[in-house]
Antibody
């Protein structure tokens, strides 16, 4: 059975830091594309970051330079280090497995497994 | 402001059919397959449809997806009260080089 379990959320002041973890069972993190997706209160989904199986990382413009995605292959765990946090980073953060399939010039991208989410609140 | 546009809400009676639209542009829906997610209250999103019209294992055939040009549609037949949820569309945007989502549609089963 596939399980993704996030942890590490909480209340932090603006400018502070937090590290989120996502422990995965049922598949190998290092063999897959893994993402963080967030959802601010009462709003929709926003893609945050992805780490490819070859280790390349990408970020949305809203978090670039402040957040770092990484993984620990020995623990089969995904991380998101969040620095210089802003009030607008307040959201539930989900880890998810990202599937990418190329069909000629088109790219199919979707998320097939999701964690339960962890709430990050940035407030003074 | 979401890149993909969905109606904020739709409603229908139990047993009826409902459709949810997702409008985009040539850089996203017009050229890349769409996925749909169901988010029941207080839970994580769940993949419902991928690559426009494919259903993951365990998703009933009451749920279907289609697209035409720069728009996609999620269809739900035989509505049940348990279908009350927020529904999101998503796809790759070739211009932004990012995954983009719609703002979500709240389905109410009256």
């Amino acid at each position: 059975e596939v399980q993704l379990v996030e942890s590490g959320g909480g209340l932090v002041q603006p400018g502070g830091s937090l590290r989120l973890s996502c422990a995965v069972s049922g598949f190998t993190v290092s063999s897959n594309y893994m993402s963080w997706v967030r959802q601010a209160p009462g709003t929709g989904l926003e893609w945050v970051s992805v780490i490819y199986s070859d280790g390349r990382t990408y970020y949305s413009d809203s978090v670039k330079g402040r957040f770092t995605i990484s993984r620990d292959d020995s623990k089969n765990t995904l991380y998101l280090q969040m620095n210089s946090l802003r009030t607008e980073d307040t959201a539930v953060y989900y880890c998810a497995r990202r599937i990418t399939v190329f069909h000629g010039a088109t790219r199919s991208v979707y998320f097939d497994y999701w964690g339960q989410g962890t709430l990050v609140t940035v407030s003074s | 402001q979401s890149v993909l546009t969905q109606p904020p809400s739709v409603s229908a009676a139990p047993g009826q059919k409902v459709t949810i639209s997702c409008s985009g542009s040539s850089s996203n829906i017009g050229n890349n397959p769409v996925s749909w997610y169901q988010q029941l209250p207080g839970t994580a999103p769940k993949l419902l449809i991928y690559e426009n019209n494919k259903r993951p294992s365990g998703i009933p055939d009451r749920f279907s997806g289609s697209n035409s040009g720069t728009s996609a549609t999620l269809g739900i037949t035989g509505l049940q009260t348990g279908d009350e949820a927020d529904y999101y569309c998503g796809t790759w945007d070739s211009s932004l080089s990012d995954v983009v989502f719609g703002g979500g549609t709240k389905l109410t089963v009256l």
